[in-house]
């Protein structure tokens, strides 16, 4: 029988604002005023008043003046493409950090800039591209190690990745982030031991982040070690209570120690925390085929499909119970529709309904 569960890869999302506020603050109203560009330092000093009070609007305006009387102003462009991100006007703010590149390239910040509005359009090859930009301009803050080692963990470039993050923790050793998503790298690549140690190190840092805890459970339970991946996801509960995935996780455990009464109960809480979550309706109907209770992994694999009508792996599984049940044509159907889906292992079991 084919299982499925879940594998939550987690990475954090720092605000914009937080990211580049400090190019924003390096400016103040006192900026000498240059007598041959008086109206275009006019504009942009108001628009940097405007922009640490939180008027984006207004600052637009005034970054737009000052650029229309100085029209190679690269630090106008940079924080008019700032005031743009607060106000989720990201193509715009593309634009102008474009801007800033095409009159200044070694513009560090505008690599960043412009990389960052990628990153949170998940749009990780052109994020990477501008992470990179930034480093080779002199952009040397741990943040821009980590995202690019974030936007390699998408790509599934693993050891780019690690070396990455790597960089993140010797630029700042307490980089919390860095550690369980380096971890993360480790887990994926299967050096289990690497990866406890750095979301040992992670939860060290901040013991109180409970997505640390089941991370660290994942990574046990890759390891074969199922009574401390429990322990973790317990843990990691008892830190946040609606935590649907570590019940999820936790009941993946018990499955492996065949405890599938325990993992039952384990998927129904994840269930009834987020009764969409379709990953947990499709695991609790596999414990279910483990106790022979075919009608019952049914109506669980239903609900997987309900959740999501694409869960290939759900139609295969359904199928699967159907066949115990002597529902030969409805098990063809069901096991054709997961061929079709994509999930490949379903093709001999299709050939022999025909």
């Known amino acids: 029988m084919k299982n499925l569960f879940t594998l939550i890869i987690w990475a954090a999302i720092i605000f914009f604002s937080q990211q580049l506020n400090a ?42 003046e000052a650029i229309k009387n100085k029209t190679n102003f690269d630090k106008a462009y ?9 106000l989720g006007d990201f193509d715009g703010a593309i634009l102008d950090f474009k801007n800033t590149i095409g009159i200044n390239s070694s513009f560090a910040k505008a690599h960043f800039g412009l990389a960052f509005v990628y990153f949170n359009q998940q749009d990780f090859d052109l994020a990477l591209e501008n992470f990179n930009g930034a480093i080779l301009n002199g952009y040397s803050e741990a943040n821009v190690f980590y995202y690019a080692g974030v936007c390699n963990f998408q790509q599934s470039k693993y050891p780019n990745a690690i070396e990455q993050f790597s960089k993140a923790i010797e ?10 998503d380096r971890a993360s790298c480790k887990r994926k690549a299967e050096d289990f031991e690497g990866a406890i140690e750095d979301y040992t190190k992670a939860i060290e840092l901040e013991p109180e982040m409970a997505i640390f805890y089941n991370n660290r459970g994942s990574a046990y339970r890759k390891k074969g070690d199922f009574e401390d991946a429990i322990s973790d996801y317990d843990y ?5 209570e609606d935590y649907f995935v570590a019940y999820n996780n936790k009941g993946t455990a018990n499955y492996e120690l065949k405890n599938y009464k325990n993992a039952i109960i384990d998927f129904e809480k994840a269930v009834e925390l987020n009764p969409e979550y379709a990953f947990a309706y499709n695991n609790m109907g596999t ?7 075919y009608k019952g ?17 759900a139609y295969f599984n359904r199928g699967s119970a159907k066949e115990m049940l002597r529902d030969f ?23 022999q309904c025909k």
């Not at 109206?39 to 640490?52: C, D, P, Q």
């Not at 630029?171 to 369980?180: F, G, H, I, Q, S």
């Open 236 to 240: 990691a509960i008892s830190l946040k």
């Open 297 to 313: 992994a049914i109506e669980a694999f239903n609900k997987a499909i309900d959740a999501d009508p694409e869960y290939n792996y």
């Open 171 to 180: 630029k700042d050793p307490r980089y919390t982030y860095a550690y369980n």
């Open 329 to 351: 044509d409805a098990a063809c159907k069901d096991w054709t529709k997961a061929m079709e889906l994509g999930y490949e292992g379903a093709k001999s079991l299709v050939e």
């Open 23 to 64: 190019q924003i603050q390096n400016d103040s109203i006192s900026t000498l005023i240059v007598a041959e560009n008086q109206e275009a330092e006019l504009a942009y000093n108001m628009g940097i008043t405007n922009f640490n009070k939180g008027r984006y609007e207004a600052a637009i305006a005034n970054f737009g």
């Open 287 to 293: 414990a279910k085929m483990k106790q022979k209770d």
């Open 78 to 86: 940079f924080n008019r493409a700032s005031a743009k991100v607060e």
